[in-house]
């Protein structure tokens, strides 16, 4: 295999990668794309209250899970003077529960937790119930009888059926059986329903969860009706009838298992109160990675503490500056003094702003190569001399900075990120130029370096491209890969076929 075909392999394979990885966070762990981007994230906090009755207190509680797309960011427990434990079922389900001894005064136990909606998601698979048909007396029974048939007259399956029943209640357009079956049924118009159903053969169970509404108080359980036909579940609101799960509805509890249960009291309840906030999308990915809900995120720059995220941020940067002077001199084919002391200048542009740090760049060097020149005539060794020059250039630094500050202009005084070495080095470089080649070389190849460090400058505080760069490193893997492909070009450069113009009108 040739080292062009290996080259073009391996370059695919690594943008591949990069992309695949990219779209991986994107897609899969929720990694915002553009900079900026929020999310609605609800603040549900539980109060449960009850009254004791003397001796021992037990109380349970069925804790969320995440489902319909629901992410649980953060849960947090007050019950002072209680015992507290959270015990798993053999099926992932959570319960909380509070134990005392004795309690001579009504308690409140609090739990709150925040949530966001990360995808529209359905509820997914869950075990079929067994159908139990409801004890009813025989005037009940026989109403119970001519309110299935006659619905199952006027549907085509369970579907159709439960959407004719909640109709009738929503649409209050019952006829004598059906509101015969619902006149002082102790369990309520829900339990009615469930009735029905079960009675009509239908696999049903109840959906419990609170809707999220900006600002309730005191806001109940509210309960969705889900029924099983054509391997899938429906679900039902049986408030206005509507089929599907609404958008602002968290789901609590999934099946006929109580959310509150209390052993040793009476007068339980379960309220909510509800705050929306928004926050940034790397905030929440960030709290996700607090709870452990994610893997990826434990090897992400997001696992680090916050100062080497800041530096890393600065240094992912790097790649971006290089890829502009690849361009540059392998396609355009402008000369620039070095490789990397565009992209070193680019950062200093970074934290002095451009126009300060073209003035700071130009008068450090240029005062560098006066007194470089000067040096020359002292004839002393190099290292003497690049030392020599490493100190004028600190002093030369620092006076800039005082004076600056004196003046009242503070960009200067983030001068000492420039490099100090690299400055000197191009000091000695341009001299050496200077002398070898002459002037006009040093103008051509300074001017090079400061058009790559301009436009190096210009992409790398792009908000897109430090944006991308530090929430998907990956990409510079796919950079890397195109790095790669630059290097085997073996074409013509912008600037020789301006060069050989000439040539080229000669041959038409």
Same mark, same amino acid.
């Given at each position: 295999m040739s080292s062009r075909i290996q080259i073009f392999v391996v370059a695919g394979i690594l943008i591949a990668i990069g992309l695949g990885l990219t779209l991986y966070? +994107? &897609? %899969?762990? *929720?990694f915002p794309l553009l900079p900026g981007e929020r999310q609605d994230v609800w603040t549900l906090e539980s109060k449960v209250t009850v009254k004791p009755t003397g001796g021992p207190i037990d109380i349970s509680m069925a804790l969320p899970e995440p489902r319909a797309g629901w992410v649980l960011? =953060? %849960?947090? &427990?007050?019950?002072? /003077? &209680? /015992? &507290?434990s959270i015990a798993e079922g053999a099926d992932g389900s959570r319960q909380a529960r509070w134990t005392r001894q004795t309690l001579d005064r009504p308690a409140t136990l609090y739990y709150k937790l925040q949530t966001y909606r990360s995808d529209e998601f359905g509820l997914g698979a869950s075990p079929v119930p067994d159908i139990k048909l409801p004890e009813l007396t025989d005037d009940r029974r026989a109403a119970m009888n001519r309110v299935v048939a006659n619905l199952r007259e006027r549907s085509s399956g369970p579907i159709s059926f439960t959407a004719l029943l909640l109709e009738q209640l929503v649409d209050e357009k019952m006829d004598q059986d059906t509101a015969f079956l619902f006149a002082g049924h102790e369990s309520g118009h829900l339990g009615v329903i469930m009735d029905v159903l079960a009675y009509a053969g239908i696999p049903a169970q109840r959906v419990k969860g609170v809707f999220l509404e900006e600002g309730r108080r005191r806001q109940q359980i509210s309960t969705l009706v889900e029924v099983f036909d054509d391997g899938r579940w429906h679900l039902f609101n049986p408030l206005n009838a509507q089929m599907g799960l609404p958008d602002n509805f968290f789901v609590w509890e +999934? /099946?006929?298992r109580f959310i509150l249960d209390v052993i040793g009291g009476n007068s339980s309840q379960l309220e909510f109160a509800l705050v929306k906030n928004t926050l940034p999308v790397k905030t929440l990915l960030s709290m996700e990675q607090e709870v452990g809900g994610k893997l990826m995120l434990d090897f992400s720059i997001y696992s680090l503490p916050v100062e080497q995220q800041g530096m890393f941020k600065g240094l992912l940067l790097i790649p971006v500056g290089a890829l502009v002077v690849v361009l540059? +001199?392998?396609?355009? *084919?402008? +000369?620039?003094?070095g490789t990397f002391m565009p992209i070193l200048i680019a950062l200093g542009f970074i934290q002095t702003t451009l126009l300060a740090g073209l003035i700071i760049f130009l008068m450090v060097v240029g005062a560098g190569l006066w007194i470089r020149s000067y040096l020359s005539h002292l004839n002393l060794l190099l290292v003497a001399r690049i030392t020599a020059v490493v100190i004028m250039v600190i002093l030369l630094m620092a006076a800039l900075s005082i004076v600056s500050y004196k003046l009242g202009f503070n960009q200067a005084l983030t001068v000492t990120y420039l490099p100090t070495i690299i400055l000197s080095w191009t000091i000695e470089r341009m001299s050496i130029l200077w002398e %070898? =080649? *002459?002037?006009?070389?040093v103008l051509i190849q300074g001017g090079g370096s400061l058009l790559a460090a301009i436009l190096a400058y210009l992409l790398m505080t792009v908000e897109l491209i430090e944006h991308l760069t530090f929430n998907f490193p990956e990409l510079m893997i796919s950079l890397l890969g195109v790095v790669l492909l630059l290097g085997k070009y073996t074409g013509y450069r912008l600037s020789e076929l301006y060069r050989f113009r000439y040539l080229r009108k000669d041959w038409q």
């Open positions: 966070k +994107r &897609f %899969e762990l *929720g960011l =953060d %849960e947090n &427990f007050a019950s002072s /003077g &209680f /015992g &507290f +999934r /099946g006929e540059l +001199r392998v396609l355009v *084919g402008i +000369r620039t003094s %070898e =080649d *002459g002037p006009h070389e």
